[in-house]
């Protein structure tokens, strides 16, 4: 049984393909699943933080707030990773963060919803006629946390996935074992050894095959019994 054509290693790969798929396949949707969620939530996140935003900024428009920040909002780099202006649809700034160490605000378009690129995901709303509330949400944060969760998800499949092909191995060769005796029982089998075997060993699928080599152990022992007595005859005469 350790030829190219062996009924073990043909489980193995079948079954170990199927297990690899199946593997495969459930941690990546799971991990697909995720990713839309982390999104989805990031998202809502954002609309959230630009909405509880906007009345505080419409009073400094209309000049009923005193804007402490002189036109510029200001960077709570520990806490806040969002980057927001006001802008009119002219493309002046009317409010913007601190320009100090930033790089320029990203290009979204002047249209209620969101817009992203590769850096960032921008949630826009037109908080007057004419003049829109933009908030910029960087995507490293998202990315990180996607890959965590994904790392999480495939990591047991890494793990767990060469421990299951092994107990596959170790399955397989003792279920085939039963084949490999039938195989040594008939091989012992000769013109000197012509004794049936025990039908007990072997399981109900094997038992069939056993009891038919034991039938044309019968026969061929009572053909060469009557060989051997025609030829004694033969002497005799």
Known sequence: MTNSNSMTRKLISWLGGATLLVWIAAPTIAAFIFCNNVNESSDDLLQASAEYREPELIKVLNGKHVDQYNNHLPTYKKYWTYREQVINKYGVVLISEPEEGQQPFPDAPLSNGFWGNADYRVYTEEIQDGVYHQLAEPLDGRRTTIAKGALFVFLPTLVLLPFS???????????????????QQIGSRDGGNLSPMDLGDFPAELAPIAASVNRLLDRLRAALEAEREFAANSAHE
């Open 165 to 183: 092909l092994a107990v596959w191995w170790i399955v397989i060769r003792r279920s085939l074992r039963p084949i490999e005796v039938l195989r």
